[in-house]
């Protein structure tokens, strides 16, 4: 069911969850968080077998709403976007995403939080909250330079470098590089193939995997709170209000 720009359809044991918003690149706007967040978070009770996310378009997903940031930005712990990141970050089923395209801010972030990740050639992971006037979220302030080391983490966190499919798989963020027509049906049979296995052996697994979750949603918590407040800050608004004309993106 395509409901708010996310569709949610549990088939054979997997609940894919598709960004379905292609004509604003996939832009995560609240409403779309409170789906998102409702899918990962009833999928364990649901006897779910295995999370699948994917996106529909050339774009896994241009990050939050800058509109959205603008005109309705979170205002607590209990925000859509938090309900969906302490989701990723605690829930005992194992996330699968394909990625192709930009995956921008959060759509970089949230890769964080998955057990594999599929990538094409064409994806591109950008973490540019600081020339936005944010800060790092869903952890990755903590995950981001244990994953890929503090120095490359620098990088694309001050510079706003960009993370090739490749360097993505070099340093473990990426599972597998998969041609671009290969990339939906590769991450759908793995994300089948766990569904297929021993439910519970693959629970305790990935709870044992996420041993270290109350620092990582300590880290969400912590963030948020700078993240919140940057929201309000003037340099966030002018960089959001500064993308939304046109003229001055070139
Ligand atoms: N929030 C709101 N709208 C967005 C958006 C976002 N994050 N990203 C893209 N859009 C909208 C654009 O405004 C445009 O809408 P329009 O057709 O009504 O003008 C449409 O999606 C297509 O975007 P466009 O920028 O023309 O596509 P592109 O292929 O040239 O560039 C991106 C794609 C992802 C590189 C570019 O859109 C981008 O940089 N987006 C912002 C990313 C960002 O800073 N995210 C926040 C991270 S915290």
Do not use: W
Request: aromatic share 4%; net charge neutral.
């Amino acid at each position: 069911m395509t409901s708010l720009g996310v569709s949610v359809e549990d088939r054979q044991g997997v609940r894919h969850v598709v960004l379905d918003r292609p004509d604003k690149k996939n832009a995560l706007t609240a409403a779309m968080y409170g789906v998102l967040a409702d899918a990962v978070n009833s999928a364990s009770a649901d006897d779910v077998g295995a999370l699948l996310l994917q996106a529909r378009g050339d774009t896994f997903t241009a990050g939050n709403d800058l509109r959205d940031f603008l005109d309705q930005p979170p205002h607590g712990e209990d925000a859509p976007v938090f309900r969906f990141l302490t989701g990723i970050a605690t829930t005992d089923v194992p996330i699968v995403a394909a990625v192709r395209g930009n995956a921008v801010g959060i759509g970089t972030t949230m890769l964080l939080h998955c057990d594999l990740v599929y990538a094409s050639p064409s994806a591109k992971l950008k973490v540019p909250f600081v020339d936005l006037g944010l800060v790092p979220e869903a952890a990755s302030s903590v995950l981001l330079p244990r994953r890929i080391g503090r120095a490359r983490a620098g990088a694309a966190l001050f510079l706003g470098e960009t993370i090739s499919a490749d360097e993505a798989y070099a340093n473990g963020i990426v599972t597998k590089i998969i041609s671009d027509d290969a990339l939906d049906a590769e991450a759908e049979a793995a994300a089948r193939a766990i569904a297929a296995k021993p439910r519970q052996a693959v629970r305790e697994t990935k709870r044992l995997i996420t041993h270290d979750r109350d620092t990582v949603v300590a880290a969400i918590m912590r963030e948020g709170t700078a993240f919140r407040a940057r929201l309000a800050s003037d340099e966030a608004r002018a960089a959001m209000s500064a993308f939304f004309q046109r003229g001055a993106r070139g």
